[in-house]
């Protein structure tokens, strides 16, 4: 492996720590603030899945980089799907929060947001899920090393 290649591991690896497990706890913590009503956090919380999800492409860039030689691979075909589809399901929490925060900013309004609850609770389980399926298929799939 060259200098290139544990360079962009090491960069793929502190991504993945540093911006999926943020985004994992933001949205896995938006829906009871949402149910408490409190649009400060939600407010704070939506912030951070945006500021996060955003970087989380750093995770699928240098994951491309790195397995540059194996793209045509099973395993990273799939992987990169699956990723993708992640990434277009946070654009739907994203929005989903924006909601919720719009909602609770408004005190006069009957909606309670609920609709935003229940959708961000299991989209942000069902992106936490894909990525574990991703961890798995890039363990799995990974060519050894020589």
């Given at each position: 492996m060259t200098l290139f290649d544990q360079v962009l591991l090491w960069l793929h690896i502190a991504f993945s720590m540093f911006t999926l497990g943020p985004?994992?706890?933001?949205?896995?913590?938006t829906p009871?603030?949402?149910?408490?009503?409190?649009?400060?956090?939600?407010r704070y919380l939506h912030r951070g899945t945006r500021i996060f999800g955003v970087l989380t492409v750093g995770v699928f860039v240098f994951g491309a980089l790195l397995g540059?030689?194996?793209?045509?691979?099973?395993?990273m075909s799939v992987s990169m799907t699956l990723f993708i589809v992640s990434l277009v399901l946070l654009v739907v929490i994203d929005r989903d929060q924006a909601t919720a925060v719009r909602?609770?900013?408004?005190?006069?309004s009957e909606d309670d947001a609920k609709a935003q609850t229940g959708r961000i609770a299991a989209l942000g389980g069902l992106?936490?899920?894909?990525?574990?399926?991703?961890?798995?298929?890039m363990v799995a799939g990974s060519p050894p090393q020589a």
């Open positions: 985004v994992a706890a933001f949205t896995g913590a009871r603030y949402i149910r408490q009503r409190n649009v400060e956090v939600v540059r030689g194996f793209l045509g691979a099973p395993y909602v609770l900013s408004n005190e006069s992106v936490a899920l894909l990525w574990l399926v991703i961890l798995v298929l």
